[in-house]
Every structure is written in C-alpha cells, then in structure tokens.
C-alpha cells in the first residue's frame, strides 16, 4: 500500500497486489473503483525509482496491457514488489517437481512415465509388463 503522506494518496492509497498468477494494481475513488491486473507470465521488467524516502514502481508488459504505474511506496515495499514478481516468474519455470516413477521407452529410449501406456514422444504402443 502507498504511502497517504505522498500526493494523490492521502484519501485512497493505490494498493498493489502480488497473487500466485497476476499483479493487481487498484485505486480506490468516492464513488468507483479502478483495478487493472497483468499476468505474472505477462510482466516484461519492473523498474524502481527511489528517492529520499519514497519509490515509484513501474511494471511493464510484454504486450497488449499497459504499463503499472505506481508512487508513494516504501523502499522496503518496492524492493519486496520486485521480488515477488520475480520469484513467481521463476517458480513457474521450473518443471514439476514430483514425476513419480520413471522407465526408457524401448522404441525410441526417452524417459516417460512407469504407468504410461504409450510413448508420448514417439506415440507407439508400450509393452505390457
């Protein structure tokens, strides 16, 4: 949440929110509310500005979103946005971490699944064992 000492947040301070697929940007009003989000596999760069006491975040997209503006954060929470973004983004990377157990494809010696039935790289019939 951004700083209510910071201009254009003394009322309705902009919140942005790391979730496990998006950042959600939103902005309070009297009588309406703004929310944008962009998918965490959409985030293209997060840039920081920080000043004496306050930061400005921008996150940018890799197409068909506009970019997050955002001011009034603490360095601290700047620095923890980035982070966040960045961790999720590698942790969908990485593959699943639990394959169970694994066998050779005899036909074309890639390593699939014990309880699959067909190869899913050369699509042949496995033997039943």
């Known amino acids: 949440m951004a700083s209510r000492w910071t201009a254009g947040n003394l009322l ?9 697929t998006a ?3 939103r902005k309070r009003g009297w009588f309406s509310q703004n929310e944008m989000s962009m998918h965490l596999q959409k985030v293209a760069s997060v840039h920081i500005e920080t000043g004496l006491a306050w930061s400005k975040i921008l996150i940018e997209s890799s197409g068909g979103v506009d970019p997050i503006h955002s001011h009034g954060h603490r360095k601290d929470d ?3 946005i980035k982070f966040l973004i960045e961790a999720a983004q590698t ?15 005899p036909f074309c010696a890639e390593t699939i699944k014990l309880a699959a039935r067909v190869c899913r790289y050369c699509n042949r019939d496995l033997p039943v064992e």
């Open 23 to 25: 950042v959600v940007w």
């Open 78 to 80: 700047a620095r923890r």
């Open 91 to 105: 942790q969908q990377l990485l593959p699943p971490a639990d394959t169970g157990p694994l066998k050779v494809c």
């Open 12 to 20: 309705f301070p902009t919140v942005i929110e790391i979730t496990g």
